[in-house]
Every structure is written in C-alpha cells, then in structure tokens.
C-alpha cells in the first residue's frame, strides 16, 4: 500500500471509492492478451499513461468509474482496451445485433477520432466498429448497424434517431462509456445522454471520462453510475 500511495503521489493522481485495484505501471500487468499486447506494441505504446496505469485494473475489476485526466492522456484507449476484454469475455456472441460496448461524445470531430483508436484495436478480435454522428448520410449509417456490430461509438442525437428507425437496440449494451461529459453539458446533451441512459439495461458497466468536472457534471455522474471510483489525475480546473 506504501507503494501505492507513492506511485499515486508521483503521478498527482486521486483515487476514491472502495476497494479500487491497484495501478499498474506496465501493459504487461494488464493481464491482457497476447494478441491485444501485439496491437498495443504495434501502435508503438510502450508504458501506459497515468490515468491508463489506475483506469484499465479498475475498468477490468467491473467497477463503475468516474475518470478526469487533461486532454491529450490517453483517455481513450483507458476505456477501449477494458471493453475489448468485456466483449471477449462474453459468452455467445450474435451476429446481427446491437452494440455490446456503446461510447457516446458530444461531436462528430471526437466520435471519428474514438472510431479510429477503436478500429485500430478492435482489429486484433474481428470485433465490428460502427460509428453514427449527425450531419452524415443515416442510410449508411442504417446499414451498418443493421449487420450488427459490438462496438458503436455515436453522438447522442444520432444514436437516438437511429435506434427510433430501428437500425440498431440498446439490449445488449453492457458497457457504456460517456466521454467528454462536460462538453456533452455545454452542448445541451444533458436529456439526450439521461434517455439513453434509462434505456440500457440498469446492471450495465459505466464509465465517465471528461478533461474537467463540474458540478453540473456530477449530478448526472451519480445518476447514471454504481458506487463508481473516483480517478483524477492533476489539477482538475
Ligand atoms: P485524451 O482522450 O485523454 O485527450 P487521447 O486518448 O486522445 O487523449 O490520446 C492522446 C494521444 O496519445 C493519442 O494520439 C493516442 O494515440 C496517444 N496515446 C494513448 N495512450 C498512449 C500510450 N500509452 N503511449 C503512447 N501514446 C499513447
Ligand atoms: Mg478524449
């Protein structure tokens, strides 16, 4: 536990809640396997970053998390590779069916940069990546979704439009992952981001990750989580 405290203390990071996994300075520690270690080596990451070290064991452990690190940390492979051991844990996988892990972020520009980072390392599974935005045709979208995926990253608005036309459903998402909530808030997705919530199952994993964390933030953090942990890492503004 000293150490712990310790290599907490190096990387400014603050842990809450009960009974939070240790971090884990090296992907090899991640208890990931071979074949994701490849991708990541691949993508030529050599260590985790702060908020991966403390983020991946307590999203492995099935915890629910509430995680605030600055932009540019590495926040969304903290919450992909942990999904990606969801999915393959998983004991049947359907063909044609809605998503298994579903991210939500507030604009088209984060949703195709987390489809990127999501293709690049689902590719090592065959896991299928879909991605749903506004402003794009929703005919393509439609189609690709109805082939069933397990991976969908969308904005919210586009998300509720196309399982309205019944593109897609929300049955089978176990982990929902809300990035970038604080802008989620400032561009008004509040209502958007709660209906969707209400509509996937209530036992589901739930992940909340933004760059800061208001107050407004945190009423609906707590709303849509389960005695989440609690990692910050530097000074939150
Ligand atoms: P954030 O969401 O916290 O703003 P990103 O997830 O967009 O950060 O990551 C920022 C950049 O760092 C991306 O280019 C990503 O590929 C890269 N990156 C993520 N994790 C690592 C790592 N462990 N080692 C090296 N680069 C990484
Ligand atoms: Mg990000």
Redesign the pocket.
């Known amino acids: 536990p000293a150490q712990v405290n310790e290599l907490r203390r190096e990387l400014d990071m603050h842990v809450t809640g009960p009974d939070v996994p240790k971090p884990c300075v090296s992907f090899a520690h991640f208890g990931f396997d071979d074949r994701l270690l490849e991708t ?1 080596s691949k ?7 702060g ?2 070290q403390q983020s991946v064991p307590a999203a492995l452990s099935g915890r629910d998390m509430i995680s605030i ?10 919450f992909l590779w942990p999904m990606l051991v969801h999915i393959m844990d998983q004991p049947e996988l359907e063909k044609a069916d809605g998503p298994i892990g579903l991210v939500l972020a507030p604009t088209r520009e984060l949703v195709a ?1 987390i489809y990127t ?1 999501a293709k690049k390392f689902a590719k090592c599974y065959n896991l299928r990546v879909a991605v749903a935005y506004g402003g794009a045709s929703k005919m393509e979208q439609f189609k690709e979704l109805r082939a069933g995926v397990e991976i969908l990253v969308a904005t919210p608005g586009r998300l509720i439009d196309l399982v309205k036309m019944k593109a897609t459903n929300l049955r089978r998402v176990t982990y929902l992952v809300l ?1 970038e909530a604080d802008r989620m808030f400032d561009l008004g997705f509040e209502p958007q981001v709660r209906s969707i919530c209400n509509n996937i199952r209530p036992d589901r994993q739930t992940l909340l ?1 933004s ?1 800061t964390f208001k107050p407004k933030v945190e009423r609906l953090a707590r709303e849509v989580t389960t005695d989440p942990v609690r990692i910050t890492v530097g000074t939150i503004g």
């Open positions: 990541i993508a030529g990451y050599t260590t985790p970053t908020i991966q690190a600055k932009t540019g940390s590495g926040k969304t492979a903290a940069q980072e990035d990750f760059a």
